[in-house]
């Protein structure tokens, strides 16, 4: 987190940009997997925090430059914007000396911004029908509901 921003230069972007895209081409070849795009789109409303997938599209990962990922680490790669999960039966003062060893020195960042409260409120019956070469039919049966994040 903390060294990674000076690490990563174009050609180890181009390197990693070339590992998401494959694993998106994988996820996409997967049966079933136009389905989750349609719900996606379907269920929340152009703008929503939650209206696009986590890989976003082809183009957005071929379109972001070298200065558009710098600015990201800088803006949400940061203690911030992170949390830190310790489980086990540990000793909390070691743990926390542990803590300030690896993260001391990081710089907190810009505090984030949190997304008010919105609920997707949806309101009839909507329906699709994909057809895909897939070894069975499915149904799926979709409700937006409110998270523990608004």
């Given at each position: 987190?903390?060294?990674?921003?000076?690490?990563?230069?174009?050609?180890?972007?181009?390197?990693?940009?070339?590992v998401v895209?494959?694993?998106?081409?994988?996820y996409?070849?997967?049966?079933?997997?136009?389905v989750?795009?349609?719900?996606?789109?379907?269920?929340?409303?152009?703008?929503?925090?939650?209206?696009h997938?986590v890989?976003?599209?082809?183009?957005?990962?071929s379109?972001?430059s070298?200065?558009?990922?710098?600015?990201?680490?800088?803006?949400y790669?940061g203690?911030?914007?992170?949390?830190?999960?310790?489980?086990?039966?540990?000793?909390?003062?070691?743990?926390?000396?542990k803590v300030?060893?690896?993260f001391?020195?990081?710089?907190?960042?810009?505090?984030?911004?949190?997304h008010?409260?919105?609920?997707?409120?949806r309101?009839g019956?909507?329906?699709q029908?994909?057809?895909?070469?897939?070894p069975?039919?499915?149904?799926?049966?979709?409700?937006?509901?409110?998270?523990g994040?608004g």
């Amino acid at each position: 987190m903390g060294h990674l921003l000076g690490a990563i230069d174009q050609a180890k972007l181009d390197e990693e940009r070339g590992v998401v895209q494959n694993e998106k081409r994988q996820y996409e070849n997967q049966p079933y997997s136009v389905v989750y795009d349609l719900i996606t789109t379907a269920t929340w409303p152009a703008g929503h925090p939650y209206a696009h997938s986590v890989f976003g599209s082809m183009e957005d990962l071929s379109a972001a430059s070298l200065a558009d990922v710098q600015e990201w680490f800088k803006t949400y790669y940061g203690p911030a914007n992170a949390s830190l999960v310790v489980a086990g039966d540990v000793d909390a003062n070691a743990v926390l000396e542990k803590v300030k060893k690896y993260f001391g020195d990081i710089p907190s960042g810009p505090p984030v911004a949190h997304h008010s409260l919105w609920i997707a409120k949806r309101s009839g019956v909507q329906r699709q029908k994909v057809e895909d070469r897939v070894p069975q039919a499915r149904l799926y049966k979709v409700w937006n509901i409110r998270n523990g994040f608004g």
